[in-house]
């Protein structure tokens, strides 16, 4: 149903699941061992899985910091973006990449919630992708603005409730739990 034409394929995409910025993540070792299954399934199924990684001055291309946890592993010839933005798209190669792989569809996981796998997930809606956001596979720190302080866990289950309520002309945007993934 995506506004891409033609474009018949999904894709994972693992978005900044980096020692860094998982490190005191919420629910870090049961999400990252959900998006471990989900990689694991990609490729049972021949579904590509694209990388992206984060990169900032405290996060430098190299560091151990930017490094993807160790529990998760980027197969030769899968697909890596190194981006600066929260946006994966945004100033990146990853449309060229989903062009290449024909994906019109971009199942969703990884870290911060509420800064990179919100701006992507937007990203990807506002370019005419469908989106599935993998409801129980991403996560994020516990966050402030001014005097009020906001629980991982709420951050969380707000963007699962914005991606199961939002409607889009024309994409199709979903949240869906991992074991309920169908390739």
Same mark, same amino acid.
């Given at each position: @149903?995506?506004?891409?034409?033609?474009?018949?394929?999904?894709?994972?995409?693992?978005?900044?699941?980096?020692?860094?910025?998982?490190?005191?993540? %919420?629910?870090?070792?049961?999400?990252?061992?959900?998006?471990?299954?989900?990689? #694991?399934?990609?490729?049972?199924?021949?579904?590509?899985?694209?990388?992206?990684?984060?990169?900032?001055?405290? @996060?430098?291309?190299? &560091?151990?910091? %930017?490094?993807? !946890?160790?529990?998760?592993?980027?197969? /030769?010839?899968? *697909?890596?973006?190194?981006?600066?933005?929260? =946006?994966?798209?945004? =100033?990146?190669?990853?449309? &060229? !990449?989903? #062009?290449? $792989?024909?994906?019109? *569809?971009?199942? $969703?996981?990884?870290?911060?919630?509420?800064?990179?796998?919100?701006?992507? @997930?937007?990203?990807?809606?506002?370019?005419?992708? #469908?989106?599935?956001?993998? /409801?129980?596979? *991403?996560?994020?720190?516990?966050?402030?603005?001014?005097?009020?302080?906001?629980?991982?866990? !709420?951050?969380?289950? *707000?963007?699962?409730?914005?991606?199961?309520?939002?409607? %889009?002309?024309?994409?199709? $945007?979903?949240?869906?739990?991992?074991?309920?993934?169908?390739?």
């Amino acid at each position: @149903m995506s506004k891409l034409g033609g474009r018949n394929e999904t894709a994972l995409l693992v978005v900044d699941v980096q020692n860094d910025v998982v490190g005191n993540a %919420w629910k870090r070792d049961e999400v990252v061992d959900r998006i471990a299954g989900l990689v #694991d399934s990609a490729r049972a199924a021949d579904v590509p899985v694209v990388w992206v990684q984060h990169n900032d001055e405290e @996060m430098w291309i190299g &560091s151990a910091g %930017w490094a993807i !946890v160790d529990q998760l592993q980027r197969a /030769e010839g899968e *697909h890596r973006i190194d981006k600066e933005y929260g =946006d994966s798209f945004a =100033d990146t190669k990853l449309e &060229s !990449v989903f #062009d290449e $792989l024909n994906v019109g *569809h971009i199942v $969703l996981c990884g870290a911060q919630t509420d800064a990179c796998i919100t701006a992507t @997930m937007y990203g990807g809606i506002i370019r005419g992708y #469908d989106v599935t956001l993998v /409801e129980d596979a *991403h996560t994020t720190d516990d966050s402030g603005f001014g005097d009020v302080q906001l629980p991982a866990e !709420v951050l969380v289950s *707000h963007l699962v409730r914005t991606a199961m309520y939002a409607k %889009w002309p024309g994409v199709q $945007l979903t949240a869906t739990p991992a074991d309920a993934i169908a390739w």
